[in-house]
């Protein structure tokens, strides 16, 4: 089976089917090769793209695979619909695992939009400095905000075009509620950008805001496919394999 990962929840899922007392079972997870030094799940591992849904239907066709788990960041862009389509083409059962988004709690002060464009055009009512977790490959939306100061958070350095008014920190989740009140208070941060990425991992951010009374500005999830079955953890998405293969 293939799980197109880069995700915890793609690396437990894959800990777990390959711990299965199943003979014959090979399951290889697919990272996309935009972090330099990725977490690698247990099982076989293959990185980089598949060249559009032509690439992952012959994929999956040429290494039979019997069930595809897109286990991707709810923020992966276009790898959902090459999913859904590619398994259509080739008669493989599809299963998107997504974790639950965040929802908002009493005291929360949350902006929500549709973008990152439109996060930019949030900010310069929100505050002048700006803790924005929102990942390298974002940065251009908010470059020619240069009144503004930024702290952006990635895993890797981003590159040009980014904010001129920028400090980076190279951080990888999962991130504390110490450790994010800390950041907030040492940078004197009154405004957050985030995607609603969901799951505990980066959570501690949004407590932490809401404790300082920081407005978040939260970007909402793009559309997925219709029709795809979905699991909100790997449980769900294991117990749905087992429901496949029989």
Known sequence: ?????????????????????????RVTSSLAG????????????????FGGTAGLTRWLREH?????????????????????EAAAHAHVPLLALRRPGWVPGPGDDWHSVASLAEAAEELPALGERVFLTTGRM??????????LWFLARSVDPPEPPHPARMEVVLDRGPFTLDGERDLLRRHRIDVVVTKDSGGPATAAKLTAAR???????????????EGVPSAPDPAGAARWLRDVLG
């Open 1 to 25: 089976m293939l799980v197109l990962g880069g995700t915890a929840e793609a690396r437990r899922l894959a800990a777990e089917l390959v711990g299965w007392a199943r003979p014959g079972l």
């Open 34 to 49: 935009r972090v330099a030094s990725p977490r690698l799940p247990p099982g076989e591992v293959r990185v980089g793209g």
């Open 64 to 84: 039979r695979v019997d069930a595809l788990i897109d286990a991707t960041h709810p923020f992966a862009g276009t790898i959902g619909f090459h999913a859904a």
């Open 138 to 147: 974002g940065l251009a939306a908010f470059a020619h905000l240069d009144g």
């Open 211 to 225: 404790e300082a009374g920081i407005p978040v500005v939260v970007v909402r999830r793009p559309p997925t496919p």
